[in-house]
């Protein structure tokens, strides 16, 4: 049986995305600190579709435990999803550095850690896919969140040049970019219903681009059209905003 | 935020929790005055509304499953498409569907829904074995036909008002392909309809789709279909995989559609595609497009526009159906006001207290919300009353409290179960007070 390694498998779209890789035979890895809930999501899944699965607690600011968890893994992975992040608290983020540095490590340096692990592994086996969940919110930055925006900035080009890197060893890295989805992140916030998609939408995006070989995607589409409309207006008068 | 079941109407403001562990649930429930549980909100009308939902989608873990007896045990919040997704590549169908598999296991149970199967196989009820409910002060009771039997029946059909169903365990069938070996017969008006569905009780699956414009000798013309799940040897070297389907279609609606849009005249196209589509005869169909005929097209409910529409579900005892039905039908008819679905079904007997089906035929109607349907509906009221019948709670968003007691003759009990266990009186939802449930 082939594996998928899910990393920040607490998030809204783990769930969904394991169904739809279980579902056409995959084995299931769920790594995340929230370890009872990976049990139960990992016990559903195994009676679902009748697929080996297993939970692993994983941090991915702890990086020095990187590589031992990935050594630990009973098979290793065919394919790594990584969908950790946080959002964090922008003006405690202002105000002190140790909360900055919190959301730099959960978007960005402990993601660069545990997919170069990964990434050895499989350039040496000359196969495997790597996914990278990033953000629209990386491609500008906007006074209400731009520490996250700006790791994700750093993360979508690292997923890049990771790319670029493992082409020639047969390794397929797919950057995703979600606008607003329907989860626990953004829970109590408003955004606007008809472009917010929901976990189980951006799942079924990730799976078949996956499965189709894509390099990048956004989910739903049309964010590429919005997110180039954005991306015209100057900075001169972005700066002017008050952006959310 | 703003909230709405199916009907689209009534749009209300509301609290809604989404806990995700058991104890969240306990949270909610302790803390809240009054509140009612809600999950994927295929009601039609106002059971699950109320100031404060809880809502049981995060609750949504499937728990254990047993192969031997296909006894599935699961979280409230589960869906039926979910079930249905996982289990049918694996041979096992759920004992009893309604028309939509965007339904949840906590939701088919507080409505105790039936489906095209009733006449053979009950209610979903019939096939619960046991249920964890949590009551208003917090605590889990485990409940089933030996245990805490008197809160399991209040609470099979019992709309919510017992409490938080947390966990299901039940009984799925084995299925040896996901098609339907379908039959159609055309019944050229009510009396015919009848008498087909009485010649045909040996079928596991029976509902007829009724043209309610038709008048005179074809009043009640219908299509009857009937159904039984294909055995591998009927779909023999069709299919290479018979349990597996391709990805079925969705068709959205994506916005209201104007409220002229659904009037008599589209009304009876509609109504014409679909005896033209029904051709009498022999036929293999997907399990989907057998009993979720509008499932394909997502948020169907946009069609009748903001205003919103209302389902008018009835079920007459079989001594009064064939007179009942044609007075209802003749009421329809003369008013003009054309449903765009008219389903006619065959009901088998029935336990519990508040659940819906009794023996005899129950009619489903789906009327836009305008003054004139709601006085239509309260004359149909008048009609089903004097012939012994009741309305479908699941459906009801309009029902007065006399015409609620005159229908369910054992509410009375039901109440004193619920105060037994519902001491402070927690779990209530706008429809519980509008028909004296509280």
Known sequence: MKYILIIGAGSDIARPLAFLYAKSGYGIYLASRSYDQLVRDANDIKIRYNVDTAAFTFDVTQTTTHQQFYDSLPVKPAGVICLAGSLGDQQKSEQNFDEAQIVLDANFTGLVSILHIIAADFEKRKEGFIVGVSSVAGEKGRKSNYVYASAKAGFTTFLSGLRNRLYSANVQVMTVHPGFIRTKMIEGRTTPGIITASPEEVARDIFSAQQSGKDFIYSKWFWRFIMFGFKMIPESIIKKLDLK | ?438
């Not at chain 2, 909100?41 to 049981?56: H, K, P, Q």
């Not at chain 2, 209302?310 to 007075?327: A, D, I, M, N």
Request: charge should be positive; aromatic fraction near 10%; proline fraction near 4%.
């Open chain 2, 1 to 438: 935020m703003k909230v709405t079941n199916w009907g689209n109407y009534p749009v209300i403001e509301a609290t809604v929790h989404t806990p995700s562990t058991i104890n969240d649930v306990r949270t909610v429930v302790t803390s809240s005055p009054e509140l009612i549980a809600r999950g994927l909100g295929r009601c039609y009308g106002d059971s699950s509304l109320n100031t404060a939902i809880v809502s049981t989608l995060r609750l949504n873990h499937i728990l254990a499953f047993d192969e031997q007896s296909g006894n599935i045990t699961c979280e409230s919040g589960v869906s039926f498409a979910e079930i249905l997704d996982a289990f049918v590549p694996r041979g096992w169908f759920v004992p009893v569907t309604p028309g939509t598999k965007f339904i949840t296991v906590g939701g088919a149970i507080a409505s105790d829904v039936h489906g095209k199967n009733h006449h053979i196989a009950g209610s979903f009820s019939a096939h619960l074995q046991s249920m964890k409910v949590m009551l208003h002060d917090g605590s889990v009771v485990l409940c089933s036909r030996d245990t805490h039997p008197d809160l399991f029946w209040a609470t099979c059909g019992g709309m919510g008002l017992t409490g938080i169903i947390l966990e299901a365990t039940f009984r799925m069938v084995r299925i040896e392909t996901a098609y339907i070996r379908q039959r159609i017969v055309k019944a050229k008006n009510i009396d015919a309809a009848i008498d087909a569905f009485e010649a045909n009780k040996h079928w596991t699956y029976s509902v007829a789709w009724i043209d309610c414009l038709s008048k005179g000798d074809s009043l009640g013309r219908s299509a009857l279909i009937l159904g039984e799940h294909a055995t591998k040897q009927e779909v023999g070297y069709r299919y290479r995989d018979p349990l597996k389907i391709d990805k079925g279609i969705s068709i959205p609606v994506p916005l209201f559609l104007p409220d002229f849009v659904l009037n008599t005249y589209t009304v009876k196209i509609f109504n014409g595609l679909v005896n033209a589509k029904y051709i009498q005869g022999d036929s293999f169909v997907e399990y989907g497009p057998f009993f979720y005929p509008l499932d394909v097209f997502s948020d169907w409910n946009r069609i009748y526009g903001k205003r919103g529409f209302t389902q008018y579900q009835f079920v007459l005892p079989k001594e009064t159906s064939r007179v009942g039905l044609r007075k209802v039908l003749e009421r329809i008819s003369l008013s003009g006001e054309g449903s765009f679905l008219a389903v006619l079904k065959l009901f088998g007997k029935q336990e519990g207290l508040l659940s819906f089906p009794q023996e005899g035929f129950t009619l489903a109607l789906d009327f836009a919300i305008s003054p004139t349907t709601l006085a239509l509906l309260g004359e149909l009221d008048e009609l089903v009353c004097e012939h012994g019948g009741r309305l479908y709670l699941t459906k009801d968003v309009r029902m007065t409290k006399d015409v609620f007691e005159k229908g369910y003759s054992q509410a009375a009990k039901f109440l004193t179960t619920k105060n037994k266990f519902d001491t402070q009186k927690k779990f209530q939802s706008l429809q519980s007070k509008r028909i004296g449930l509280s």
